[in-house]
């Protein structure tokens, strides 16, 4: 049995005697059952489970082109530093892990926000993000990130390869689980239980602090409507010029039917530009 399989069979062990409670601030819709507070693997397996990972590099093109402004600190970084902060907190605060990033149409800024947030964990040294993107009519993830994937989330989501062999990891913190192409049936997939089952594990094995999901629009498919219920909470992105007020409120309604509201955040607002080179506000 390798190392990836004792780590699954203990987590699994652990989980069947571990406490199911969430603790810390009640949130407003019931919590998912918690992973075992006790570490499934030591440190130094965790450290070596994430240093199994194809290491991701971004090119440089994908990084001016595709708005990838958290890819190195400074002024331009500044709003999802600012983001990546109240994210911690929120999720510190109500013992949230899972995080979908979501929008009530394309266009508003979900993957290009999910791809700099991420950017932006990774450097902090101590935290262990897991980014997936699940928009999977799209793989518009791995487009941003300039990658050209040989796998997809599908592959992992149906036991075809281990996320070990499919994930990217960006400076050994950061884990990027992308697309290689569209897939036809995203809805079914996303919903199947065995999809939920290997999401659990993968929470297990690599116990990262956050998981962010990058999602289909709300609006235009079903595709996000049954995912929703694995997540703790949503982070609703609005377009500030494009997206209607009237639509934000629905779909904020609508989400908080499905899960916690995280917050708001109202991305290309033009009236914070010039602060930090970056136009996006967080409520
Ligand atoms: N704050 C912003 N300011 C200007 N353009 C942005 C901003 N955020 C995203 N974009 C651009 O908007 C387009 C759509 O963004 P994307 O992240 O793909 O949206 P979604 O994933 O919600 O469909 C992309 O071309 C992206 O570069
Ligand atoms: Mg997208």
Not at 93 to 115: L, M, Q, Y
Request: charged share 25%; glycine share 6%; net charge negative.
């Amino acid at each position: 049995m390798d190392r990836l399989q004792q780590a699954i069979s203990k987590a699994r062990k652990d989980r069947e005697t571990a406490t199911s409670d969430v603790a810390g601030a009640a949130p407003r819709m019931p919590a998912r059952a918690a992973a075992p507070a006790e570490a499934s693997a030591a440190t130094t397996d965790l450290g070596l489970l994430w240093g199994e990972f194809s290491p991701l590099q971004i090119p440089q093109n994908a990084i001016t082109e595709n708005r990838l402004v958290a890819y190195n600190s400074g002024d331009s970084a500044i709003p999802f530093d600012m983001l990546r902060t109240k994210v911690l907190q929120q999720a510190r605060k109500n013992d949230w892990k899972r995080i979908a990033i979501v929008s009530p149409e394309s266009g508003a800024g979900k993957t290009t926000t999910a791809a700099n947030l991420g950017l932006s964990f990774s450097r902090m040294r101590e935290k262990r993000v897991v980014v997936i993107d699940f928009d999977m009519r799209r793989a518009g993830l791995a487009r941003v990130l300039g990658q050209r994937c040989k796998t997809s989330m599908s592959d992992v989501l149906e036991r075809r390869i281990p996320f070990s062999q499919h994930g990217l990891c960006h400076d050994g913190n950061v884990v990027f689980g992308l697309n290689r192409e569209r897939v036809v049936n995203p809805s079914e997939l996303l919903q199947n239980p065995m999809s939920r089952d290997v999401l659990d594990e993968i929470e297990e094995v690599y116990q990262p602090d956050l998981m962010l999901f990058d999602t289909p629009p709300l609006m235009v498919s079903d595709d996000s409507y049954g995912f929703l219920e694995s997540v703790d909470c949503a982070l609703l992105i609005a377009a500030a010029e494009k997206t209607p007020m009237e639509r934000i409120d629905v779909a904020e309604r609508q989400l908080s039917e499905l899960t916690n509201v995280m917050g708001i955040v109202l991305n290309r607002c033009r009236h914070t530009t010039g602060a930090h080179g970056y136009e996006n506000e967080y409520y």
